[in-house]
Each structure stands twice: as C-alpha cells, then as structure tokens.
C-alpha cells in the first residue's frame, strides 16, 4: 500500500485533508502508452467526476471511508517506482489535479524518469 495525497478535489474520491479514499487507484500515460518523460504525461485514470460537479465543503461530502493508504497500480513504467506487475513502489505519491474535471487533467507528481 502506498501512502496517496490529492488534489482533484472535483474527484468523488477526494476527501478533506486531500486524501483519497478509493481503494485502489491506477496511474496511466496521458496518450496510453507505457512510458512517461515527464509529470504532465501521467493522469490518474481513477478519477471519477463528482455527481453534483462541486468540491466538496467538509468530510461529510466524502461517501467513502477515508485512509491514505492506496493500493497504487502504475502502468508508466519509465518512473523509477513501476515494480513488476504494473505496481506502484513509491511509499509516497502525489495526484494534483485542482479545478480539474476529468481524469486527463491529474497528474502523478511523484512520476521521475
């Protein structure tokens, strides 16, 4: 499990404290491909618009138990922390997204060539 924080707030996933409570995320090229050269070539395929298209004003607007731990799948597998089997191994990631609303406008700051 890998310790996730973010900041697509308009993610129904996102919760305050900018932690995510998905169970699992997946982090993926951009284009699709395999391989990334830089952080704006990653999105994090996981993200899911919210139904009332707002960010959320308190924890109560999460619907999910929250924790930080998240099992991370990476298919990027030029960053220096894609284990085998598409697996992320950072100990800690970082999704940005703010006033994003769509999948293709997060980014995994923690991607390094």
Request: charged share 25%.
């Amino acid at each position: 499990m890998t310790n996730v924080t973010c900041t697509a707030e308009y993610c129904t996933h996102w919760a305050e404290g900018n932690l995510c409570s998905a169970d699992k995320i997946v982090v993926k090229n951009i284009e699709g491909g395999r391989e990334a050269s830089s952080i704006d070539e990653t999105k994090c395929e996981t993200f899911i618009l919210r139904q009332d298209d707002n960010a959320p004003t308190d924890e109560a607007s999460s619907p999910h138990e929250t924790t930080p731990q998240v099992a991370v799948g990476c298919t990027v597998d030029s960053c220096e922390y894609w284990g085998q089997g598409d697996r992320c191994i950072a100990s800690h990631i970082d999704i940005s997204g703010l006033d994003v609303k769509h999948e293709e406008g997060t980014a995994c700051e923690t991607f390094d060539s």
